[in-house]
Each structure stands twice: as structure tokens, then as C-alpha cells.
């Protein structure tokens, strides 16, 4: 079964740095997507940024980016220039290409962006 | 659309009383999931539907628990007889599957936290 560890529970930054979150995990298949979801304190989760395992390009969505180190069965989230609005839980999350369509979350890190 | 509508967003019952959450899911996503989330597990699989049929339902803890889709709008998680360990914040989320851009980004509801007392 696949695993996915998130060893960061909290982190804290300044408004404007940069920050990453730490992600790995556990899979023996070769085709595969990685996730990262945000939620905020409203509670209700939403898509952060997606990767294909097949894609050797590390994805990036505006000031979010990743980097993708398949061998090593690691990604980690970039935030560049963040802001009072990122506060929120990040979770990393794995999905299968073998047919299931079915998430496998992180335990999550607590992200504060102070003023 | 309105997103994926989940009901009641709080309930606090009773040990041993019956507990019914509801999900509209997206119009058109063919895939639904429920979700429980707690401190001490994290986000957990409980169950899966595609097409309304439930494909993987491992997750759901024990008996007491069972969901339903009748229909491609609706779906329900109830939990019968209720205990405090059930306390946590229940997600409904919907996608579309298959292997396009949208492979794996499901839309989740605000959950319904149910305490359990």
C-alpha cells in the first residue's frame, strides 16, 4: 500500500519569504500523481498544484511550485512571496494509475504566515 | 455550480443515536468519496462510489457504518449506533476521474463536524 509522510507539522514564516513543505513517499509503481491541497481555515479543501510522475518538468502554478525527486520518492511545496491568505493546512497526497481513482493523503503541516 | 453541498455542517448527538450526513456532489462528476478527518489519523479513505455503484468501501471502520448513492445527486454516511470515537469532521468530495487535466483534483464540501457525546 502506498504511504505518504509529511514529517513537518507546523511551520512558520514571515510574510513575503519563502517556504517549503516537506513531503515523501512509499509506492513501487512507476506511473503515478502527486498533490498538494490546501485548507484553510474554513475548512474546505482545495487543489493546490498537481504532478505527473512521468513528467520529468516540475510543476508550477504561480507562486507555487514543486520539486519532484522521483528516485528519491520526494515532493516538496515552494511557496515564494508568501502571503497573509496561505495560512492554512497543506496536505501532500498520492494517487495510483492502476485504476483507482482514490487520494492518499499526508498527515498535513500547519502553515502560519505572520504579518 | 454550487460546489459539492454537505449537510448538517455541525451535529452533536448522543452515544448510541443515528447520524445521517448528506452530499450533493458536483452535476456531472462520476466519481464521490467520503472522507473522515481526525487530529490523531489525519484524512481517511472511508468509502468510494463511481457511477453510484461503491467500489472501494475498505476504509469504512466497522459495521456501524454505511453509505449509500441511489442516485448521481445524492449520497449518505450513516453511522448506527454512533459512539464518541466517531467524533470528526466528515468530507464529501466529487471529480470526474478518468486520466485528462483534471485527473485527481476532487471538490470537496466544508465537511459536517459531528460530535458524539
Known amino acids: 500500500a502506498q504511504t505518504v509522510t509529511q514529517s513537518q507539522p507546523e511551520m512558520s514564516v514571515q510574510e513575503a519569504e519563502t517556504v517549503t513543505l516537506s513531503c515523501t513517499y512509499d509506492t513501487s509503481e512507476n506511473n503515478y500523481y502527486l498533490f498538494w491541497y490546501k485548507q484553510p481555515p474554513s475548512r474546505q479543501m482545495i487543489l493546490v498544484i498537481r504532478q505527473e510522475a512521468y513528467k520529468q518538468q516540475n510543476a508550477t502554478e504561480n507562486r507555487f511550485s514543486v520539486n519532484f525527486q522521483k528516485a528519491a520518492k520526494s515532493f516538496s511545496l515552494k511557496i515564494s512571496d508568501s502571503q497573509l491568505g496561505d495560512t492554512a493546512m497543506y496536505f501532500c497526497a498520492f494517487m495510483t494509475l492502476q485504476g483507482a481513482q482514490k487520494l492518499v493523503f499526508g498527515q498535513g503541516t500547519r502553515l502560519t504566515i505572520n504579518p | 455550480d454550487a460546489g459539492v453541498i454537505q449537510s448538517p455542517r455541525h451535529e452533536v448527538t448522543e452515544m448510541g443515536q443515528e447520524v445521517t450526513l448528506r452530499c450533493k456532489p458536483i452535476s456531472g462528476h462520476d466519481y464521490l468519496f467520503w472522507y473522515r478527518q481526525t487530529m490523531m489519523r489525519g484524512l481517511e479513505l472511508l468509502i468510494y462510489?463511481?457511477?453510484?455503484?461503491?467500489?472501494?468501501d475498505s476504509g469504512m471502520p466497522e459495521d456501524r457504518f454505511s453509505a449509500k448513492m441511489p442516485n448521481a445527486s445524492f449520497s449518505t454516511l450513516k453511522i448506527q449506533p454512533s459512539e464518541p470515537r466517531d467524533s470528526a469532521v466528515y468530507f464529501c468530495?466529487?471529480?470526474?476521474?478518468?486520466?485528462?487535466?483534471?485527473?485527481?483534483?476532487?471538490?470537496f464540501g466544508e465537511g459536517s463536524r459531528l460530535t458524539v457525546l
Open positions: 462510489f463511481n457511477n453510484n455503484v461503491p467500489i472501494d
Open positions: 468530495a466529487s471529480s470526474l476521474g478518468g486520466q485528462g487535466p483534471n485527473t485527481g483534483e476532487l471538490f
